[in-house]
Nanobody
Framework: QVQLVESGGGLVQAGGSLGLSCAAS????????MGWFRQAPGKERTFVAA????????YYADSVKDRFTISRDNAKNTVFLQMNNLKPEDTAVYYC????????????????????WGQGTQVTVSS
């Protein structure tokens, strides 16, 4: 079993930056593919970014490309999401997710591509 705990959410003005962290435990972190999703009020949970086990490959949703950066520190069992130039439409609960086996790019952009989920952290961007 993998436990995921997100932190770093909060309130920020449009154009500002915020960094999220997700600490993992229960498995060797370097064996996990990690992802971030978000869910805005009244909407479905959607893909934000994913990163390979080594950190050498990353994927992004078009809506966050060039503004958000996913990274990981395998020595610290942590994945990060640096969010720059935030917009009000980025307001959502952000969830960290982990996958043990499948590294297919298309599947990693779907909810069913992950085995484990964190509890989420709220990000609010004011205009």
């Amino acid at each position: 079993q993998v436990q995921l705990v997100e932190s770093g959410g909060g309130l920020v003005q449009a154009g500002g930056s915020l960094g999220l962290s997700c600490a993992a435990s229960g498995r060797t972190f370097s064996t996990l593919i990690m992802g971030w999703f978000r869910q805005a009020p009244g909407k479905e949970r959607t893909f934000v970014a994913a990163i390979s086990r080594s950190g050498s490959i990353s994927y992004y949703a078009d809506s966050v490309k060039d503004r958000f950066t996913i990274s990981r520190d395998n020595a610290k069992n942590t994945v990060f999401l640096q969010m720059n130039n935030l917009k009000p439409e980025d307001t959502a609960v952000y969830y960290c997710a982990a996958e043990e086996d499948n590294s297919n790019r298309d599947r990693l952009q779907r909810l069913d591509g992950y085995d484990y989920w964190g509890q989420g952290t709220q990000v609010t961007v004011s205009s």
